[in-house]
């Protein structure tokens, strides 16, 4: 029995220290040192988060599915200036999925970090996805830092007069008003999606993850609609006061280079 015990006792401490060293997967952004977290646990997570009514859960991402992760951030931060990740953006926490107020959650942001969810079992959360989801995020972080950049009264501006936005993403997401597709009804009034409506900084955020990852709906919309291309250019105004190699010819090589692969 005392063999026994002491084996099932050696297990035990092997599986906490795997447990703990899973929970320190990191991998380093070759050009910009970016840190991309793997955490196993919720020790990375704001302590505001932790309380009984963020209630944030999550389901660590699997060791398998790490490498694609890497691959879809590589894409996406060679798309900024290496120097602009390195002084606006500390780390991107991965995980399988996350929930705040029992909500599900893409991705969120909190002070210089990202966290955005990869859930591979669903087929929602296709490569392209993912990154949009960290161009809208990272997109917040920005304008925060930034804020003077941007130009708020001149975006009101272009709203319809009676319009008012929601209260926020997680309203939003519990009301199943949280699409981030295209919509053509929302556009003729100068909104690309369902979520652009919850909040000011919602409707950013989407014209943001479109500037970076929009295909041909996208510009056509810019090339043929007032009130987005109004909007697509205060937000390209805003970046390239952040860096000047931001420029709506940028933008548009953007899908033009990905459109030819």
């Known amino acids: ?39 196993a ?17 999550i389901q ?37 999925t996350m929930k705040f107020y029992g909500l599900p959650y893409g991705g969120t942001n909190y002070r210089h970090s990202v966290f955005l969810a990869d859930d591979f079992s669903d087929p929602y959360f296709t490569d392209n996805y993912i990154e949009q989801v960290f161009h809208h995020e990272f997109s917040s972080i920005l304008i925060r830092y930034f ?11 272009l709203n319809p007069p009676a319009f008012r936005y ?13 699409s981030m597709d295209l919509d053509p009804i929302l556009t003729e009034q100068g909104f690309l999606s369902q979520y652009s409506t919850a909040s000011l900084e919602e409707d950013i955020n989407v014209f943001a993850q479109f500037l970076f990852t929009g295909g041909r709906e996208f510009w056509r919309l810019v090339d043929l609609n007032d009130g987005i291309r109004e909007k697509a250019r205060i937000l390209i105004s805003f970046y390239h006061q952040v860096n000047p190699v931001f420029t709506e010819s940028y933008f548009r090589s953007l899908y033009y280079n990905t459109a030819q692969r």
């Open 1 to 39: 029995m005392a063999s026994m015990f002491r084996a099932c006792f050696l297990i035990l401490l092997l599986l906490c220290f795997f447990t703990a060293v899973r929970g320190q997967d990191v991998h380093n952004d070759e050009l910009s040192g970016v840190e991309i977290f793997f955490p």
């Open 41 to 57: 646990g919720k020790s990375n997570f704001p302590h505001q988060w932790l309380s009984r009514r963020v209630n944030a859960e």
């Open 60 to 96: 660590p991402l699997c060791r398998d599915e790490e490498s694609r992760v890497e691959d879809i951030l590589s894409r996406a931060f060679s798309k900024y200036p290496a120097e602009l990740l390195r002084t606006s953006l500390d780390k991107v926490y991965v995980i399988k």
């Open 147 to 157: 804020d003077a950049c941007f130009d708020r009264e001149k975006w009101l501006s």
């Open 166 to 178: 929601g209260n926020g993403g997680a309203e939003a997401i519990l009301t199943g008003q949280a």
